[in-house]
Structures are given as structure tokens and as C-alpha cells.
């Protein structure tokens, strides 16, 4: 593993932009469970009957919002804080290295280390919106009893209208968000060198973008193989923020 990470920092020594894809395992370290887990689906199915992508899709949202909110903000509104992972790519940001992040995560925690330049694929939790009169709302106002005044008591409602206040994250059947696409795509396209870590790479259009890098170096750090490992420079099987609280 010395091995590794020596030629890990080597590569980042000589790069001058980098940019860092991620995944659910680079949020899981701060204990946000991954709900595709096996334990994640076993939960949804037990305690709900459905699958948790069946509860995230937008024709469930329109159709059941008292039940979408309800496995909503019990398995994705989480009061969490960065890891290793976060404050290393923050850092490398800090150092002129690290000119981008992109992410699958939807919590915030990129920013929350520091990290400026963030391009969220998936959306935010941190952001929310009345679908009626588009007033925004932070993260923590959903989850407030007086948010919810509403028959169902769980649906979070906008203080000055009474519209439902959605959150802002890519649902099933959604389309990503086109200015965020073309960004993250720009961004990977300049880079000499890009980092993907705490993502298996199965999930598209995200696992996609990896197309559009035409750089030097490709790094891909996860704890089990990916589609991706044959195309790379170097691979790490091992956790997101244990490698890069090493080699930064």
C-alpha cells in the first residue's frame, strides 16, 4: 500500500488540475449509509414494502408525498460532518492542485469542508424550493414541526404561501440539471489529471462523464473493483478518506 501512495502523491505533485469525482463512499465515512447497501434496501423493503428507488422517483413524489417525505428525511436529511476525504480535496483546492469537484452526494459536505468550486450532479439537500412560489428553505426548516402544518404532518409546507417546499435533488425519472452537466463536463475535459474515488461507476449518466477525460493521469480509489479499473493509471482499493488523509 506504501507503494500506492507514493506513486498517488507523485502523480498529484506533478499535476496542476485535478478534479475529483465521488460517490456514496466518500459520504459514508462521515456515517451517511449508502441506501443502495444491501442493509439500506433490506430497511426500505421492511419497513416501507418498496424499494428505496421506487420512494425517490418523482412519479412516487407527485403521487405519495406523505410517504416520500417520511422515508425522505428519515434516510437522506442528515446532520453530518466532513471526513478525511472532504478536508483533503478542500486542502488540495486551497493548494492551487484540485480546480473542481465532482459529486453523486446530495449533503453538502464538499462546502461544508471548504471546497468552492462543487459541481452537485445529484442536486442538494441544503437546497429547497416551494414548487408554488419558488421562496427557498434550507435543509433544517423542512424538518421543523411548524414546517408541517398540513393534515399529514410531514409534508413541509412554504411559510408564505403553503406550497409544498421540495427538496432540490435529482429524483428517479428527473433529468440532471443541464447547466451542472455542462460544467462538470467542461471541467473534466480541461483536466491533466482526475481522481474518482468512493463510486462503483455503475450508476449513469454520472459514471458516463469519465468519457469526456482526455488527461494524463487516471486515478480510482474504491474499496472494490470497478468497470472503470482496466482504463486506469493507478487503483486503490481501499477507503476514500484513509488514502487521501495519507498522500495529502
Do not use: W
Not at 414541526?145 to 417546499?165: F, S
Not at 473534466?188 to 474515488?197: L, P
Not at 450508476?203 to 469526456?212: R, S
Amino acid at each position: 500500500m506504501d507503494k500506492l501512495y507514493e506513486d498517488l502523491r507523485k502523480i498529484i505533485n506533478e499535476s496542476r488540475n485535478i478534479v475529483f469525482f465521488g460517490g456514496a463512499g466518500v459520504s459514508t465515512e462521515s456515517g451517511i449509509p449508502d441506501f443502495r447497501s444491501e442493509n439500506g434496501l433490506y430497511h426500505a423493503k421492511s419497513k416501507y414494502g418498496r424499494s428505496p428507488e421506487e420512494m425517490l422517483s418523482h412519479s412516487f413524489y407527485v403521487a405519495q408525498p406523505e410517504i416520500f417525505f417520511a422515508y425522505y428525511k428519515e434516510n437522506l436529511v442528515f446532520t453530518a460532518e466532513p471526513n478525511a476525504a472532504h478536508i483533503a480535496l478542500a486542502r488540495l483546492e486551497e493548494m492551487g492542485k484540485l480546480k473542481a469537484v465532482v459529486t453523486q452526494n446530495i449533503d453538502g459536505l464538499h462546502q461544508k469542508a471548504g471546497s468552492k468550486i462543487v459541481f452537485e450532479l445529484h442536486g442538494s439537500i441544503e437546497r429547497n424550493y416551494c414548487e408554488n412560489c419558488r421562496a427557498s428553505y434550507d435543509a433544517a426548516y423542512t424538518l421543523r414541526p411548524e414546517a408541517c402544518t398540513g393534515a399529514d404532518a410531514i409534508v413541509p409546507r412554504c411559510a408564505k404561501c403553503g406550497g409544498i417546499v421540495k427538496p432540490d435533488v435529482v429524483l428517479y425519472e428527473e433529468p440532471l440539471d443541464s447547466a451542472v452537466m455542462s460544467g462538470a463536463i467542461a471541467a473534466i475535459e480541461a483536466a491533466d489529471t482526475m481522481i474518482v474515488g468512493g463510486t462503483s461507476l455503475v450508476v449513469y449518466p454520472a459514471a458516463g462523464l469519465l468519457n469526456y477525460f482526455n488527461g494524463k493521469n487516471l486515478v480510482l480509489i474504491n474499496k472494490s473493483a470497478t468497470p472503470y479499473d482496466r482504463r486506469a493509471n493507478l487503483v486503490v482499493n481501499a477507503p476514500i478518506g484513509e488514502v487521501m488523509a495519507a498522500v495529502v
